[in-house]
């Protein structure tokens, strides 16, 4: 087994590890380390460090050691009352661990960023053990040790068997949420990214548990990673749909369920429901795009919990003032829960442009593109979602399920049809002009001497393709070697 997890890590890190254990060792690796170890899954952007020597002391000797860079900060998974800190050890982008501006012999893998060093944590009438740290865990999976370099494995409440039966507990029963009722949350999160069966007893607790204490921008923290991961599948459907009906969760978004103004009928668990629905078929964003999942999901929950989604069936003036009053609120509640500028921002355009068709004409695309601040693609994920459920939903009434597959490839189809479009769009937009050139035309005539004629026209051409592929060309001496090198060959042929 021991061999086995080496494999899993870079020959630097292995190397960084052994010289960590000589500083401050004995180490163990530990949390979601030994978790993602254990499934033979790529390892996360940090690793998690266990020492039993306090930290001030551990601080000292990697500095004296060589690691100037490592700093003292609060740890971010941890019980949020107890202050417990960690030291961080970052490791350099491209090449190494960072110290002082240089890179050490220690070059990084392409996704593990820092370490994060933690002592021992205890209770006070007790002796600060391996043992005595994993108690103070959260879910038995995440409740394990591994002594570096060789073992043993440290499992003392059975995670191992927990994580390969995909089994979620905690690892004191409903007295783990008394240290950190944020917990609660965590226990939902890890049924979803494991795809994993509740321990009853331990998810009524979970349900039962009241956020009242916990910071809002912790809450939204933990929420968001929930909404970042899949909500598809047999396993994780139901602890979604269980987790949104709970007590918990009726207790976190109490702000949004408003009863709608206008006479649609319908009831906070229908919208519940259509908002569970939206977050489920949202498509995934692709790399690059700006608005990642969770804030589309966020964004959904705002749509279908609040009352914009009847609003829209309201006219004129009613409408303008309905929609004013409840962005308002929505507004509050994004403030409350600590979200960014950018992040409320970007809300605010999806829900605002939610009108828009699934298939808009060049011309409105065009439009929207001309303010920059509407993150399209995002828009249309949003929109398809709805068009989605919406249609799902006159099925449902109509009592005919017999064509959802057709209706939903149809969606996706417009859907990925809307984005081609918007990127060819995107990239003729982005294409230089001759305004663009660093030089002037009268300096091209210039440069090759000769009379104007329709020569001008095809090395301009040549010259705006030519920086499309690198626009660091675009500058005067360059542009002059580039049309020195045109009139050369012009000789030659």
């Not at 997890?5 to 254990?21: E, K």
């Not at 494991?194 to 349900?207: F, H, T």
Request: neutral net charge.
């Amino acid at each position: 087994m021991t061999d086995d997890f080496h494999a899993l890590f870079a020959p630097s890190i292995i190397t960084l590890l052994d010289a960590l254990d000589q500083l401050i060792g004995p180490v163990y690796l530990a949390g979601g380390t030994v978790r993602n170890m254990l499934q033979n899954r790529p390892l996360a952007n940090e690793l998690n460090l266990l020492v039993q020597r306090p930290l001030s002391e551990c601080h000292h000797r990697l500095v004296q050691g060589g690691f100037p860079m490592v700093t003292v900060g609060t740890k971010r998974h941890e019980v949020w009352t107890s202050g417990h800190s960690s030291l961080f050890l970052p490791l350099a982008q491209e090449g190494g661990l960072k110290q002082g501006g240089e890179s050490t012999l220690f070059a990084r893998t392409s996704h593990i960023s820092h370490l994060e060093i933690t002592s021992f944590r205890h209770r006070m009438e007790y002796p600060p053990t391996l043992e005595e740290d994993l108690l103070h865990r959260d879910l038995t999976v995440n409740a394990m040790a591994f002594a570096w370099p060789h073992g043993p494995l440290v499992d003392p409440f059975n995670g191992q068997e927990d994580l390969a039966n995909r089994r979620i507990r905690f690892v004191k029963g409903s007295s783990t949420l008394e240290d950190d009722p944020l917990r609660a949350l965590r226990f939902f999160r890890f049924l979803l990214q494991l795809e994993a069966v509740p321990d009853e007893a331990d998810l009524q607790a979970a349900e039962e548990t009241s956020m009242e204490m916990i910071p809002k921008k912790k809450l939204r923290a933990e929420l968001d990673r929930m909404f970042s991961l899949p909500f598809n599948g047999p396993d994780r459907y139901p602890n979604v749909e269980r987790f949104f009906y709970s007590p918990l969760a009726q207790e976190i978004f109490a702000d949004m369920a408003t009863p709608p103004i206008c006479k649609t009928g319908e009831t906070p668990a229908h919208r519940c429901r259509r908002a569970i629905e939206l977050m489920r078929v949202m498509t995934e964003p692709e790399i690059g795009e700006e608005v990642p999942l969770h804030d589309l999901r966020w964004t959904a929950l705002f749509y279908a919990m609040g009352e914009l989604n009847c609003i829209g069936q309201e006219k004129g003036q009613t409408r303008s003032t309905l929609h004013g009053v409840t962005l308002q609120r929505i507004q509050e509640i994004l403030k409350k829960f600590r979200f960014s500028q950018r992040r409320q921002h970007n809300i605010f355009q999806m829900l605002h442009h939610l009108d828009v068709p699934l298939t808009p004409t060049d011309r409105t695309l065009l439009r929207m593109m001309g303010n920059n601040d509407i993150p399209i693609p995002a828009l249309f994920r949003l929109i398809h979602a709805r068009s989605v459920v919406n249609a799902r939903e006159l099925r449902e009434k109509a009592d005919d399920a017999s064509r959802q597959t057709d209706s939903d490839a149809l969606f996706e189809t417009q859907l990925h049809k809307t984005l081609g479009r918007y990127r060819m769009l995107q990239k003729a937009s982005l294409r230089p002009t001759p305004h663009d050139l660093a030089i002037t035309g009268g300096e091209i005539i210039d440069l090759v001497r000769q009379p104007p004629g329709a020569w001008v026209g095809e090395l301009v051409a040549l010259l705006l393709e030519w920086i499309s592929h690198d626009s660091s060309r675009n500058n005067r001496a360059q542009l002059h070697e580039k049309i020195r090198e045109w009139v050369t060959k012009q000789v030659l042929v």
